[in-house]
T-cell receptor
Framework: QKEVEQNSGPLSVPEGAIASLNCTYS??????FFWYRQYSGKSPELIMS????GDKEDGRFTAQLNKASQYVSLLIRDSQPSDSATYLC????????FGTGTRLKVLA | DAGVTQSPTHLIKTRGQHVTLRCSPI?????VSWYQQVLGQGPQFIFQ???????GRGNFPDRFSARQFPNYSSELNVNALLLGDSALYLC???????????????FGPGTRLTVT
């Protein structure tokens, strides 16, 4: 079992729709959870962090955390073609562990 | 404020050579981590340094080493380069300031290393 799992995609959504990205993790001791966006050929950019169970909203982005189910998700509302990128889930226990990323394609 | 800076941007080396990559963290950040990212994979943790001390090491061979300087900048050294070392090397700066967003990591632009 991978420590942090993501569906590699691609996940294709039409412009204006909600994109839902999911991530599961294996270490129950993990304390901090992050979502990064990575455009092709660029470095990862932090877009959301979440530490407590529940939802955290920032603009068009909502991160959801369920520690009991070891599950983190990212919702992107009103998806735009500029949101097309790979989204990396990262989990911090004693070190940071990244998933392999989900490639999102927003179709104009 | 300036973000994380890394140098060089690109590098081409031959098998068996040695390489040094450099990183300067965000002002006020005392922790620096190094990652290796190959195409199609997430970043893989190599090292973390905090206050000039190694605080974590990933599953990489001893050919990889790093250090952090008094100004919190850092170097990653790789000896005896192999073709498989070709990757994007990322430096991340972490906020550890009480009262702030703990443990958020911010990445530099990376160094693209090609080993031929």
């Amino acid at each position: 079992q991978k420590e942090v799992e993501q569906n590699s995609g691609p996940l294709s959504v039409p412009e204006g729709a909600i994109a839902s990205l999911n991530c599961t993790y294996s270490d129950r001791g993990s304390q901090s959870f992050f979502w990064y966006r990575q455009y092709s050929g660029k470095s990862p950019e932090l877009i959301m962090s979440i530490y407590s169970n529940g939802d955290k909203e920032d603009g068009r982005f909502t991160a959801q955390l369920n520690k009991a189910s070891q599950y983190v998700s990212l919702l992107i509302r009103d998806s735009q073609p500029s949101d097309s990128a790979t989204y990396l889930c990262a989990v911090r226990g004693y070190k940071y562990i990244f998933g392999t990323g989900t490639r999102l394609k927003v179709l104009a | 404020d300036a973000g994380v800076t890394q140098s060089p941007t690109h590098l081409i080396k031959t098998r068996g050579q040695h390489v040094t990559l450099r990183c300067s963290p965000i002002s006020g950040h005392k922790s620096v981590s190094w990652y290796q990212q190959v195409l199609g994979q997430g970043p893989q943790f190599i090292f973390q340094y905090y206050e000039k001390e190694e605080r974590g090491r990933g599953n990489f061979p001893d050919r990889f080493s790093a250090r952090q300087f008094p100004n919190y900048s850092s170097e990653l050294n790789v000896n005896a380069l192999l073709l498989g070392d070709s990757a994007l090397y990322l430096c991340a700066s972490t906020s550890t300031r009480a009262g702030g967003p703990l443990y958020e990591q911010y990445f530099g632009p990376g160094t693209r290393l090609t080993v031929t």
